[in-house]
């Protein structure tokens, strides 16, 4: 069992960066995949990134590759996003997501936190 708590998430002006922190508890987090999704209004929850349980495997959407970046530190239990150069398009609830298979479909991911609300001014 797996839970996962997101935070960073906050209102910023387009251009600008946020950090999101996925905070997981119990001891086989670092055997679990972990994903970033996002759903914003009125739209299904899309795939941003996702990294593999040791770390050196990461995949973007293309929409945020070259902008976003993922990263894990295991022995914290905690995923990153680092979001830079963001746009009002970027908005959305951002949610973490833990699974045995590294994919990009939410379907594959067993665990989910709660979303963290990210707002993009123009």
């Known amino acids: 069992q797996v839970q996962l708590v997101e935070s960073g998430g906050g209102l910023v002006q387009a251009g600008g960066s946020l950090r999101l922190s996925c905070a997981a508890s119990?001891?086989?987090?670092?055997?679990?995949?972990v994903g970033w999704f996002r759903q914003a209004p009125g739209k299904e929850r899309a795939f941003a990134a996702h990294?593999?349980?040791?770390?050196?495997?990461?995949n973007y959407a293309g929409s945020v590759k070259g902008r976003f970046t993922i990263s894990r530190d295991n022995a914290k239990n905690t995923v990153y996003l680092q979001m830079n150069s963001l746009k009002p398009e970027d908005t959305a609830v951002y949610y973490c997501?833990?699974?045995?298979?590294?994919?990009?479909?939410?379907?594959?991911?067993?665990?989910w936190g709660q979303g963290t609300q990210v707002t993009v001014s123009s």
């Open positions: 997501a833990a699974g045995e298979r590294l994919a990009s479909g939410p379907r594959w991911y067993d665990y």
């Open positions: 119990g001891r086989t987090f670092s055997s679990y995949a």
């Open positions: 990294i593999s349980e040791n770390g050196e495997s990461t």
